[in-house]
């Protein structure tokens, strides 16, 4: 992809990022620019919950390459893509590349091509046949624990057949779809093109389902989190009152939020009248498995925070709890290795299948902790766990030995 204007890409990249923020507001959720391959600057955008990021790297003041997956969140989604794409092109004289499949350039569904709406349909449709049809044959073999376009960096432990951005779904939903996949369009938060009640409806219930933690709010990015979830649900229902809205979820948020008046009290009321069937929205009111710096992963309770921090290492606390993960360099374990006075109390010890660990435990009135050094192959790390209450041992003792670690170098 060609671009005209003799300007540094840095620069550029700026300009073009303050232009998605005003044509996509409303839509856009958050946009970075950073470092990308031999130093060129790339703008990273994220425009959906359930989709990944858009790249945007220019490695020269003449090109451009744009970078998108678009199966997880839907045709409309996909479309309304092209279209900000192609007017960031008209209005910066930008000359698209030919589609070439041996380079890989150009839109699997041919709609950034030739606008046929057709195609782009029947593209989604086509992927997500094939996609219920795997994980059906895995699941003849005896495999479990099956997740369709959710995010990279969290595995949910939730009963379902199949997890998807929009909530589980069963093994009758898997036989129904792959037999007709126009029966499986619910899984699409943003089928329909244009941003309307629904597309922010949707937009709403894959915040509830994969991102709110479920609490009040520790951290500004979680409160922040709720406010946009409001917001949404309440331009959703004042645009179309029809759809099926969380009353019981939406009740909750506004409670984390304290937020009264009109609209709190009419969502109150029909939070009552609700149903209490079923459990509710949101996999991070069970546990999750979290992808961690240099391979690492940990089971936590899906309503800790988390945080990464700038020496590398990884925290999730609440108000009683907090747990980090520090991956370490041979040199760091080195200046960490216990004294001898302080190697008798490391008194535990666990052999995972790829992790092995020794660890000292702490319990006294009002302040526990337990501290383990952590190795995998030639990998090692520090885990801290640390709690109030010390009934919750055991769930300290567990929380170290769910560390694992991807690749056992």
């Known amino acids: 992809m060609l671009f005209a204007?003799?300007?540094a890409p840095l620069p550029w990249l700026q300009r073009v990022e303050a232009w998605f923020q005003q044509v996509a507001e409303g839509v856009l959720e958050g946009s970075r620019i950073e470092e990308g391959p031999q130093g060129a600057p790339v703008l990273r955008l994220r425009l959906h919950p359930a989709a990944p990021e858009v790249a945007l790297l220019a490695t020269t003041q003449e090109r451009i390459v744009v970078s998108a997956e678009t199966s997880a969140a839907g045709p409309g989604y996909h479309r309304y893509l092209v279209d900000l794409l192609k007017g960031l092109g008209d209005l910066h004289g930008i000359s698209w590349a030919p589609p070439d499949e041996d380079v890989g350039v150009g839109d699997a569904t041919g709609y950034f091509h030739t606008g046929d709406v057709d195609q782009v349909e029947k593209h989604f449709l086509g992927w997500l046949q094939h996609s219920v049809g795997q994980v059906l044959r895995m699941r003849s073999l005896g495999n479990s624990g099956f997740a369709l376009s959710m995010r990279f960096g969290h595995t949910f432990?939730?009963?379902g057949a199949l997890l998807t951005p929009l909530g589980p779904r069963d093994e009758r939903w898997l036989r129904t779809v792959h037999e007709e996949p126009r029966q499986g369009m619910d899984v699409f938060p943003w089928w329909n093109p244009g941003v309307d009640a629904r597309e922010r409806f949707h937009r709403a219930l894959c915040r509830l389902w994969t991102?709110?933690?479920?609490r009040p709010p520790l951290l500004d990015e979680e409160r922040q989190r709720l406010r946009d979830v409001a917001r949404l649900l309440e331009q959703a229902w004042r645009e179309d009152p029809s759809l099926p809205y969380p009353w019981r979820e939406w009740q909750e948020v506004l409670g984390y939020l304290g937020k009264g008046g009109t609209v709190a009290e009419e969502v109150h009321r029909r939070a009552l009248e609700s149903p209490g069937v079923g459990p509710s929205?949101?996999?991070?009111r069970g546990s999750v498995q979290v992808a961690l710096p240099e391979g690492w992963e940990i089971r936590i309770p899906g309503s800790l925070a988390e945080t990464r921090l700038q020496d590398g290492s990884w925290v999730a606390r609440d108000h009683r709890r907090t747990?980090?993960?520090v991956p370490l360099e041979d040199s760091a374990e080195e200046q960490l290795a216990p004294t001898t006075p302080e190697?008798?109390?490391?008194?535990l010890e666990h052999h995972g299948a790829r992790v092995s660990g020794r660890a000292s435990l702490h319990v006294g009135p009002g302040e526990c902790r337990l501290t383990a050094l952590c190795r995998s192959g030639n990998r090692r790390a520090l885990c801290v766990v640390s709690f109030d209450d010390p009934d919750e041992q055991d769930w300290a003792l567990g929380t170290w030995r769910s560390l694992d670690h991807a690749v056992s170098a």
């Open 5 to 7: 204007p003799p300007e």
């Open 157 to 159: 432990q939730h009963p």
């Open 211 to 214: 991102d709110v933690v479920w």
């Open 281 to 284: 929205i949101g996999y991070r």
């Open 323 to 325: 747990v980090r993960v």
């Open 343 to 347: 190697r008798k109390a490391l008194e």
